[in-house]
């Protein structure tokens, strides 16, 4: 019978964007690859999936019935791995395993940005230190992706492994820079101008990501920058509410809203800069991306843009507190690109160690500490064909 591994996350789309090589690397090992999480997508390397009715609000009701078919489906399954990730599927996944755990079962749990970090709001510290502290003890290895959550892991929380990988890997071979000839006939095919200066922010549209700033930064600088224009890529709950401010604002010339895209390896190479507004980052692939393409980023000033900006040196950070220093920014690159030239290759120097590659061969590293060794072999009988 064939090992089994299930991954666990609130919404199944996050295995769609982020985790697909790995299940792809489980499969190509012999392993059967169950995933759990809310949603009816279909994901390729998947042997079989559970539509569980996680809520991402912790106090939700749903969150209830949804632990109890998640226990079942690990009681019956009897897993030797169980990958859990996001706050919701992270905090049911390790209660639900608690009695297969003393069965043998092995719990990873990622946590892509603790919400409780320096300058966070002090209900966030009250709701989920405590909670996080309490699940450590179920927790077989707690992954971090940023210095400051990895740092805060060692020193407060008990898990019986924690370690740190680059984030969930960025492929260099899909984002990277083109000729300005390949650019220019891409924007026109596009409809945009040769002169056009082009600012990419991909995410998706919730009170954390923060557009509202973006939008109001605009409305400031339309004057002093006619040619510019925003690119806003993804869905939300918040999405309409900024459209309607981009009416209120007078700025519907200015922003594109691009809806969710499947290109964003195409788009990011023809801007002119990336920005991101956002509240709260753990390590934000979409600034990777950005970087890897060779793109200034202007960020704000929070833990995840930090781990991957330099102010100054491969970007530009800036307080959500201070708008201007974001508008600033903008003009500044606006009025003079120059220096983008002389900082392209520390921003695709920088966004190397967070390659898929590399952070494929951190994660198969974690992987193959829990899995089954042969009794009459010294080494692992699974390969390490890294990715």
């Not at 991402?56 to 030797?80: C, G, M, W």
Request: glycine share 6%; net charge positive.
């Amino acid at each position: 019978m064939a090992n089994k591994i299930l991954f666990c996350a609130t919404v199944d789309y996050h295995f769609k964007a982020f985790h697909i090589p790995y299940m792809k690397w489980f499969k190509e090992q012999g392993w059967e690859v169950h995933v759990a999480a809310s949603g009816e997508l279909k994901l390729p390397f998947t042997d079989r999936k559970f539509n569980i009715p996680f809520k991402r609000s912790p106090v939700h009701t749903e969150n209830a019935r949804a632990y109890f078919q998640l226990k079942k489906v690990i009681d019956q399954e009897k897993y030797q791995l169980i990958h859990c990730h996001t706050p919701m599927g992270g905090v049911l996944a390790r209660l639900a395993a608690r009695a297969a755990r003393k069965k043998g079962s092995k719990l990873i749990y990622t946590a892509h940005g603790f919400h409780f970090c320096k300058g966070a709001p002090l209900k966030n510290w009250l709701l989920y230190y405590p909670i996080e502290k309490w699940l450590a003890q179920y927790t077989d290895c707690l992954i971090t992706i940023n210095m400051e959550d990895y740092a805060r892991a060692l020193h407060h929380l008990k898990a019986k492994k924690i370690r740190h990988v680059h984030g969930v890997g960025v492929d260099t071979e899909r984002f990277k820079p083109i000729t300005e000839q390949m650019k220019m006939k891409i924007r026109k095919s596009l409809g945009y101008q040769p002169d056009d200066f082009l600012l990419f922010y991909g995410a998706e549209f919730n009170q954390n990501k923060n557009h509202s700033l973006l939008l109001r930064a605009f409305a400031n600088i339309k004057e002093k920058m006619p040619h510019a224009k925003l690119l806003l890529a993804g869905e939300g709950i918040t999405m309409e509410e900024c459209k309607r401010q981009v009416v209120h604002l007078g700025i519907e010339n200015m922003v594109d809203f691009l809806g969710y895209r499947n290109d964003v390896d195409q788009l990011l190479p023809i801007c002119d800069a990336a920005v991101s507004s956002s509240l709260r980052e753990g390590l934000p692939v979409n600034i990777m991306e950005a970087m890897a393409c060779g793109l200034p980023v202007i960020c704000s000033n929070n833990r995840g843009h930090r781990e991957l900006v330099v102010d100054g040196e491969n970007g530009y950070l800036f307080s959500v507190d201070n708008p201007e220093q974001f508008e600033n920014c903008l003009i500044a690159l606006y009025q003079n690109p120059s220096p983008i030239d002389h900082m392209k290759l520390k921003f695709m120097n920088y966004s190397k160690k967070y390659s898929l590659k590399l952070v494929s061969r951190e994660l198969m590293e974690i992987y193959s500490s829990f899995m089954v060794v042969d009794q009459n072999e010294s080494k692992s009988k699974y390969s390490r064909s890294y990715l």
